[in-house]
């Protein structure tokens, strides 16, 4: 059976309840972007390939609730430590007019740690068969772990494995500015995939257009491109060369993990062997049904 390794922060979610309008009433979930691709491309992708999350989790109330949550949904944790000194991270969201902002406890997260067991590491590289990761999964480590991280993403990528990589920019996260922008473009190198947003990628590196965007990661390394845009016409490099995609956009109710189901959905076609045209469609279309609902998860059931 072939092996769909996400890596990253799998964290404590809490949002406002829906069914009140009393703001002090909130809901506990588990969410992170790369298990919130993770869990979107089980959601799409066949059941002949295994989805398997590596991260680090701890000893607090919530780890072993999160970690049957995943299994619970059929996303392996054949790779997921447990850290002793450790909790795992929590977060808020906050929405206004449907655009959300947060809120982070995760200064003491045993995902920080991620690295820290390089022979589980090298045997989680070693059994799979596509690897996905981000820019927030390399901004909460250190230097030395980014290092031991984008070198076995390389070797993957050399040896053949699809390696995909969602630059997901998070400024605060990162101890430079430079940094962020070195790290980012060095893990370009290993990606065959690369799925950036225009408007958090013109802001780092000043982008005068999804188009000078795409071209850029394409030049660091970069195989097959697609610059997501807020919800607007997207953007495809490829071995083909450069196309523009007119998408329908509506009115979201909260697009917290807009991006990461777009993620997931073009994963999974291309995994299961459909153009990019074809998975930018099928991107788009789980993305319009994840905006119309709260919070980042949207169970299997509701999901067309």
């Known amino acids: 059976m072939p092996v769909f390794l996400s890596i990253g922060e799998a964290m404590v ?36 390939w295994s989805v398997q999350y590596f991260t680090r989790l701890g000893r607090d109330q919530f780890s072993p609730q999160l970690l049957q949550f995943l299994q619970k949904h059929d996303i392996g944790t054949d790779f997921i430590a447990i850290d002793n000194t450790r909790s795992v991270g929590l977060y808020t969201i906050h929405l206004d007019e449907g655009e959300r902002s947060f809120s982070y406890w995760r200064g003491n997260s045993a995902a920080r740690g991620l690295t820290d067991d390089l022979e589980l590491l090298d045997r989680a590289f070693h059994t799979a ?27 993957a990528r050399r040896a053949g494995k699809i390696t995909a990589f969602d630059p997901n920019i998070r400024p605060k996260l990162w101890e430079t500015t430079e940094a962020m922008r070195e790290w980012l473009t060095t893990a370009a190198r290993a990606a065959t995939i690369l799925l950036p947003s225009f408007d958090d990628d013109n802001a780092l590196f000043g982008d005068s257009s999804a188009e000078a965007c ?14 997501k845009n807020n919800g607007g016409p997207m953007t495809l490099l490829d071995e083909t060369g450069l196309q523009n995609f007119n998408v329908v956009r509506r009115q979201p109710t909260d697009t917290t993990g807009a991006g990461d189901s777009f993620n997931g959905a073009y994963l999974a076609a291309r995994l299961a062997g459909k153009t990019s045209m074809e998975a930018i ?15 980042a998860l949207v169970p299997f059931a509701d999901l067309q």
């Open 129 to 155: 068969d596509a690897i996905y990761l981000s820019g927030i999964t390399l901004a909460i480590l250190s230097p030395t772990a980014r290092g031991n991280l984008l070198a076995r993403l390389e070797a």
């Open 214 to 227: 795409a071209r850029r990661w394409a030049k660091a390394g970069a195989a097959e491109v697609v610059v």
């Open 281 to 295: 469609q099928e991107g788009h279309a789980l993305a319009l049904q994840v905006i119309a609902k709260r919070g």
């Open 13 to 48: 979610e809490f949002s406002h309840a829906a069914e009140t309008a009393d703001r002090n009433l909130w809901q506990l979930g588990f969410a992170g972007d790369t298990l919130n691709t993770a869990w979107y491309l089980r959601a799409r992708l066949p059941q002949q």
